[in-house]
């Protein structure tokens, strides 16, 4: 527990340097927004939107992943336009809640949230989001700030927040100042009324490809084409690609994608040596990526990449997303009776991180860690 | 532009040389720093500069710019530069149907192969005009990266003969450089990307390949530069000179300096 309090208040007081040097700052981010262009067309509105922060380094607008430890090792956050890359674990026991606590942190902070999948239905997906971890003050905040975006619904959420007074206290000192990313606990669902409350979009592959059998003239596999469309529409239709900058609040989008080239999204990437679409997968990454960079909107995917062999698969895709983060579990490995793994249940390997704006990245002194799951807590050391 | 790497490779933006092919190649690192470094270099030399990026978006490259001195957009505007921004291209390609050809055409095409419409681009964009614009030196094509190519569906054949093509075209005819970046996979997993690299290191002029230290990561060492003229026409003594040199890149330049030496260390 001492672990995490200090995780914690390390993330905290990051938060809050950045805050501040955010604030003193302001005059140069100003100028610098219009010129970015593209993704950060907003300038300085952007800083209004909740859960986010700027990039101390480059000025880039960051979100939370969900678990500011991991927030952390990836200098500060994700970027916006960005995509996280998850290599799943063999066994896919971590990786899931590495994807639910993103999506989890979107709703919190009210963003809007697109799930995809072909193997859960996506409603499934978020009723099973946990439940993040508030103290007294940052239980206020929300509330506060759903406040401000829902006046009408302010009723229903002051009931969740006064559950969580008779939470123990898990984090303290400066880590309550700061909104940029939540601990969640594993073990409790997230409230109903939140996600009744956020808006998010599920796309579930097979419910969008049985109705069209029919194969579009294009090279790729169609539920990826499907996909994009979906998103694409989604982009253009809510205005996160700053379009129309005077119709309503900027918000963000939360993207995540489960599974991605598994079989069941109808793709043998993974399944046979040599497959005759091997670049339907790298194709889809690469219009993916180019409409997360011209829109507010952030990503991440898991993948099963230890189903493959071949090696070149791996490092194209690696060299397509941005930040690419692998896990791997002690289950069923010779590790798990390790005695220097004893307290821990897999490592996490910081593979790659962007360079943005940039020559050099933010990187960290060590790029494989621990990670333990505790009854709550999703720990990393 | 890094002062060091100019001198390291004798080179200055005042006298560029021409006609050459320069294949950037990194192993198991990042190597964009030198596709940073070549479009500013030939931006200050004064040279017409079309630039393929398909990996990063324009401001990307713009805001590494101004760190190193020089503003793409006003190159652009200028007619110095002609920037092909692949990622914002591949969505109009992907997402509206286009009749007349694109560049990037192939994205669409089944089995992709056709890199014909992106030559004509090239040529295009570098075409010698008329005197009445200001001249600008010689014309460059920059590519960052080829590698992207195979990922996006064309054989390493097609892109060898872009690049051929290019070569040319750009080198020969119209007198001017051409710079490509390659990634290197390393364990020869990936056939075709490592046709493309033997194809390429046979047919450049300059490699530059940088690699990630092989003892891993290090806080002031960030990988090690190797650089192999291909001149047959120099004395063998000084084309045998081993040119290994380790980096550190920092906010706004590169530092070299010879293996083991770096400031940290000694």
Redesign the interface.
């Given at each position: 527990m001492a672990a995490e309090a200090t995780c914690g208040a390390g993330a905290g007081s990051t938060g809050s340097l950045a805050a501040a040097v955010g604030m003193s700052n302001v005059t140069s981010f100003q100028r610098r927004g219009p010129?970015?262009?593209?993704?950060?067309s907003g300038g300085p509105r952007l800083m209004s939107i909740a859960g986010t922060r700027p990039s101390v380094r480059?000025g880039q607008l960051l979100v939370s992943t969900g678990l500011p430890a991991l927030d952390q090792l990836l200098g500060g956050g994700l970027a916006v336009g960005t995509v996280l890359l998850i290599e799943e674990d063999k066994y896919n026991t971590y990786s899931p809640l590495l994807f639910k606590y993103f999506l989890a942190e979107g709703i919190i902070n009210g963003h809007t949230v697109l799930v995809a999948s072909a193997k859960e239905d996506p409603a499934v997906i978020l009723q099973e989001l946990p439940a993040p971890l508030l103290d007294d003050s940052r239980k206020q905040e929300l509330d506060e700030d759903i406040y401000n975006h829902k006046t009408p619904e302010s009723n229903s959420k002051m009931k969740i927040a006064w559950r969580y007074q008779l939470l123990p206290k898990m984090e303290a000192g400066p880590v309550s100042s700061s909104r940029f990313g939540h601990y969640y606990d594993a073990s409790k669902r997230i409230p109903q009324e939140l996600i009744e409350a956020s808006k998010w979009h599920g796309f579930f592959l097979p419910e969008k490809i049985s109705s069209t059998l029919k194969e579009e003239?294009?090279?790729l596999t169609p539920g990826y084409i499907k996909l994009?469309?979906f998103i694409?529409n989604i982009i253009y239709e809510e205005g996160f690609d700053g379009s129309n900058p005077q119709k309503k609040q900027k918000n963000i989008l939360r993207i995540g994608i489960q599974s991605l080239g598994s079989p069941l999204w109808g793709d043998d990437i993974f399944c046979t040596e040599n497959c005759d679409n091997s670049?339907s997968l790298?194709?889809f990454l690469?219009?993916l990526?180019?409409?997360l960079?011209?829109s507010l909107s952030v990503c991440i995917i898991t993948m099963p990449t230890h189903l493959t062999q071949?090696?070149?698969v791996i490092?194209?895709v690696t060299?397509?997303s941005d930040t690419v983060v692998g896990l791997e579990s002690f289950i069923g490995s010779e590790r798990e009776t390790n005695p220097l793994y004893k307290d821990y249940h897999g490592l996490i390997h910081i593979r790659q991180i962007p360079?943005?704006?940039?020559?050099?990245c933010d990187?960290s002194?060590v790029?494989d860690l621990a990670f333990k799951l505790k009854r709550k807590l999703f720990t990393i050391e | 532009m890094f002062p060091e790497l100019n001198n390291l490779l004798n080179i200055s933006p005042d006298r560029a040389e021409q006609g050459k092919l320069t294949l950037l190649c990194d192993a198991k690192t990042?190597g964009?720093?030198l596709v940073?470094h070549f479009l500013s270099f030939y931006l200050r030399a004064n040279c017409k500069v079309c630039f393929l990026a398909l990996v990063q978006?324009?401001?990307?490259y713009?805001?590494?710019g101004q760190?190193l001195g020089v503003s793409l957009?006003v190159a652009r505007e200028r007619g110095q530069l002609v920037f092909l921004e692949?990622?914002?291209s591949?969505?109009d390609v992907?997402?509206q149907a286009h009749k007349e050809p694109h560049p990037l055409q192939f994205?669409?095409?089944?089995?992709?192969g056709n890199l014909q419409p992106l030559f004509e681009f090239v040529r295009e964009a570098l075409k010698p005009v008329d005197n009445r614009e200001p001249a600008w030196r010689c014309p460059v094509l920059l590519v960052d990266d080829l590698?992207?190519l195979?990922?996006?569906?064309v054989g390493a054949v097609a892109v060898l003969d872009f690049v051929h093509y290019c070569r040319a075209t750009v080198c020969c005819e119209f007198k001017g450089n051409v710079v490509a970046l390659v990634?290197d996979?390393g364990?020869g997993?990936?056939?075709?990307?490592d046709i493309l690299l033997n194809g390429l290191s046979h047919q450049s002029h300059l490699i530059l390949r940088t690699e990630g230290l092989s003892t891993g990561?290090c806080?002031d060492v960030h990988g090690q530069l190797k650089i192999l003229w291909r001149r047959p026409s120099q004395p063998t003594a000084q084309r045998d000179r081993s040119l290994i040199y380790q980096y550190k890149?920092?906010?706004?330049n590169?530092s070299f300096f010879a293996k083991g030496m770096s400031p940290a260390v000694l």
């Amino acid at each position: 527990m001492a672990a995490e309090a200090t995780c914690g208040a390390g993330a905290g007081s990051t938060g809050s340097l950045a805050a501040a040097v955010g604030m003193s700052n302001v005059t140069s981010f100003q100028r610098r927004g219009p010129r970015v262009g593209g993704a950060d067309s907003g300038g300085p509105r952007l800083m209004s939107i909740a859960g986010t922060r700027p990039s101390v380094r480059n000025g880039q607008l960051l979100v939370s992943t969900g678990l500011p430890a991991l927030d952390q090792l990836l200098g500060g956050g994700l970027a916006v336009g960005t995509v996280l890359l998850i290599e799943e674990d063999k066994y896919n026991t971590y990786s899931p809640l590495l994807f639910k606590y993103f999506l989890a942190e979107g709703i919190i902070n009210g963003h809007t949230v697109l799930v995809a999948s072909a193997k859960e239905d996506p409603a499934v997906i978020l009723q099973e989001l946990p439940a993040p971890l508030l103290d007294d003050s940052r239980k206020q905040e929300l509330d506060e700030d759903i406040y401000n975006h829902k006046t009408p619904e302010s009723n229903s959420k002051m009931k969740i927040a006064w559950r969580y007074q008779l939470l123990p206290k898990m984090e303290a000192g400066p880590v309550s100042s700061s909104r940029f990313g939540h601990y969640y606990d594993a073990s409790k669902r997230i409230p109903q009324e939140l996600i009744e409350a956020s808006k998010w979009h599920g796309f579930f592959l097979p419910e969008k490809i049985s109705s069209t059998l029919k194969e579009e003239p294009g090279s790729l596999t169609p539920g990826y084409i499907k996909l994009l469309q979906f998103i694409q529409n989604i982009i253009y239709e809510e205005g996160f690609d700053g379009s129309n900058p005077q119709k309503k609040q900027k918000n963000i989008l939360r993207i995540g994608i489960q599974s991605l080239g598994s079989p069941l999204w109808g793709d043998d990437i993974f399944c046979t040596e040599n497959c005759d679409n091997s670049h339907s997968l790298t194709k889809f990454l690469y219009i993916l990526r180019g409409l997360l960079r011209t829109s507010l909107s952030v990503c991440i995917i898991t993948m099963p990449t230890h189903l493959t062999q071949n090696k070149a698969v791996i490092a194209r895709v690696t060299n397509l997303s941005d930040t690419v983060v692998g896990l791997e579990s002690f289950i069923g490995s010779e590790r798990e009776t390790n005695p220097l793994y004893k307290d821990y249940h897999g490592l996490i390997h910081i593979r790659q991180i962007p360079r943005l704006n940039n020559l050099i990245c933010d990187e960290s002194d060590v790029k494989d860690l621990a990670f333990k799951l505790k009854r709550k807590l999703f720990t990393i050391e | 532009m890094f002062p060091e790497l100019n001198n390291l490779l004798n080179i200055s933006p005042d006298r560029a040389e021409q006609g050459k092919l320069t294949l950037l190649c990194d192993a198991k690192t990042d190597g964009s720093f030198l596709v940073h470094h070549f479009l500013s270099f030939y931006l200050r030399a004064n040279c017409k500069v079309c630039f393929l990026a398909l990996v990063q978006s324009f401001s990307h490259y713009n805001i590494v710019g101004q760190k190193l001195g020089v503003s793409l957009t006003v190159a652009r505007e200028r007619g110095q530069l002609v920037f092909l921004e692949g990622l914002k291209s591949s969505m109009d390609v992907f997402f509206q149907a286009h009749k007349e050809p694109h560049p990037l055409q192939f994205l669409r095409e089944v089995n992709a192969g056709n890199l014909q419409p992106l030559f004509e681009f090239v040529r295009e964009a570098l075409k010698p005009v008329d005197n009445r614009e200001p001249a600008w030196r010689c014309p460059v094509l920059l590519v960052d990266d080829l590698s992207l190519l195979l990922s996006l569906g064309v054989g390493a054949v097609a892109v060898l003969d872009f690049v051929h093509y290019c070569r040319a075209t750009v080198c020969c005819e119209f007198k001017g450089n051409v710079v490509a970046l390659v990634h290197d996979s390393g364990d020869g997993e990936d056939e075709e990307n490592d046709i493309l690299l033997n194809g390429l290191s046979h047919q450049s002029h300059l490699i530059l390949r940088t690699e990630g230290l092989s003892t891993g990561f290090c806080r002031d060492v960030h990988g090690q530069l190797k650089i192999l003229w291909r001149r047959p026409s120099q004395p063998t003594a000084q084309r045998d000179r081993s040119l290994i040199y380790q980096y550190k890149i920092q906010d706004k330049n590169v530092s070299f300096f010879a293996k083991g030496m770096s400031p940290a260390v000694l």
